[in-house]
């Protein structure tokens, strides 16, 4: 690195001494910067490159063991990328007296469509607000919603230990039924 101090002057001086005239350059001496009054300092640096992150590491895909124990909560590459290969979630739950589900965008956390049983016109149409034929009303309730809302495509993930049966697979086999793609 290097900082230069000049004047006015001096720069003119510099500009006569580089200045091309019949397309040849005229020679630059050292007498010719001490003429000008231009000092040159050069700064030795003994700055550690690779610790002030400057060198560029090779991506990998796999992280070893040792690393993976200095930085335990880095998230795979899936875990980085899925919420925009597949942006829209579904989001089913049962409570002793409610079905509730809804589909949400997982990049803004935006709530697209909901259905529950708690609403008011399905709690006073419907006899029990958590029987199979409820479920089914909600399915189909989420399935247009998300139509209305262009979203055509969502992805369910089940808990750990939750199993795809009973009155789960039914909301999700009327959301599919009425044309709901789940990726």
């Not at 000049?6 to 050292?30: D, E, G, M, V, W």
């Not at 290969?85 to 589909?103: C, D, G």
């Not at 262009?150 to 009973?166: C, H, L, S, T, W």
Request: glycine share 2%; proline share 2%.
């Amino acid at each position: 690195m290097a900082a230069a101090s000049c004047s006015c002057s001096s720069l003119t001086l510099l500009h006569q001494q580089f200045s091309i005239s019949n397309q040849s350059l005229k020679p630059l001496s050292l007498s010719s910067f001490q003429q000008s009054n231009l000092s040159i300092n050069l700064v030795k640096s003994n700055r550690n490159l690779k610790n002030q992150g400057f060198v560029v590491q090779a991506a990998w895909t796999r992280r070893s063991r040792s690393e993976a124990e200095k930085r335990p909560n880095k998230k795979s590459w899936k875990q980085r990328t899925d919420m925009y290969m597949r942006p829209f979630q579904l989001n089913v739950f049962f409570s002793k007296r409610f079905i509730h589900a809804k589909v949400m965008h997982r990049g803004t956390s935006k709530v697209i469509s909901v259905a529950t049983t708690n609403a008011k016109d399905l709690r006073n149409t419907l006899p029990s607000l958590i029987d199979n034929e409820a479920c089914r009303v909600i399915g189909r309730l989420i399935a247009e919603r998300s139509k209305e809302a262009d979203v055509y495509a969502v992805a369910f993930e089940a808990k750990k230990n939750e199993r795809i049966e009973g009155r789960l697979a039914i909301v999700l086999d009327t959301i599919k039924d009425n044309g709901i793609i789940f990726v």
